[in-house]
């Protein structure tokens, strides 16, 4: 299997050299400081063409009534699999860039619920940041 891994990009194009959880922490920082409310949705796909799979997770940042902007990380891999392992290679690459970013967000005092994914609810102070 041949891996190849590019940087963080938003939806524009602009590529990020900082790893996902500077630039989560940044954006969360930003964010309130312009007193925005944010929802954060981690998420991932695939497509196959011919031997190659390319898979893209995306870190989605939701202003509540503001709109919203993403940080998009894409891989391609050069091999052959079902498609039920290709959906649980989807399904860990969200799982891994959740855990990444879940300290930066216990560490700006979000609070957790368990459904079928990780929900974040509102953040209850921000004035402990």
Same mark, same amino acid.
């Given at each position: 299997?041949?891996?190849?891994?590019?940087?963080?990009?938003?939806?524009?194009g602009?590529i990020?050299q900082d790893?996902?959880?500077?630039? $989560?922490e940044?954006?969360?920082?930003?964010e309130?400081?312009d007193?925005?409310?944010?929802?954060?949705? $981690?998420?991932?796909d695939?497509?196959v063409?011919?031997d190659?799979i390319n898979?893209?997770?995306?870190?989605?940042?939701?202003?509540?009534g503001?709109g919203?902007?993403?940080f998009?990380r894409?891989?391609r891999?050069?091999?052959?699999?079902?498609?039920k392992?290709?959906?649980l290679?989807e399904?860990?690459?969200?799982v891994?860039?959740?855990?990444?970013?879940?300290?930066v967000?216990?560490?700006?005092v979000w609070k957790?619920r368990?459904?079928q994914t990780?929900?974040p609810?509102?953040i209850?102070?921000?004035?402990?940041l």
């Open positions: 299997m041949e891996t190849q891994q590019q940087t963080w990009q938003n939806m524009h602009k990020f790893s996902i959880t500077q630039l $989560v940044k954006a969360i920082i930003r309130l400081a007193g925005h409310r944010l929802k954060v949705c $981690v998420g991932s695939s497509h063409y011919g190659a898979y893209a997770t995306a870190v989605v940042f939701i202003r509540e503001k919203a902007f993403t998009i894409k891989e891999e050069i091999q052959s699999i079902s498609i392992e290709r959906m290679n399904v860990n690459k969200s891994e860039i959740a855990y990444a970013i879940c300290s967000l216990m560490l700006m957790w368990y459904t990780l929900i609810t509102r209850s102070n921000p004035t402990l």
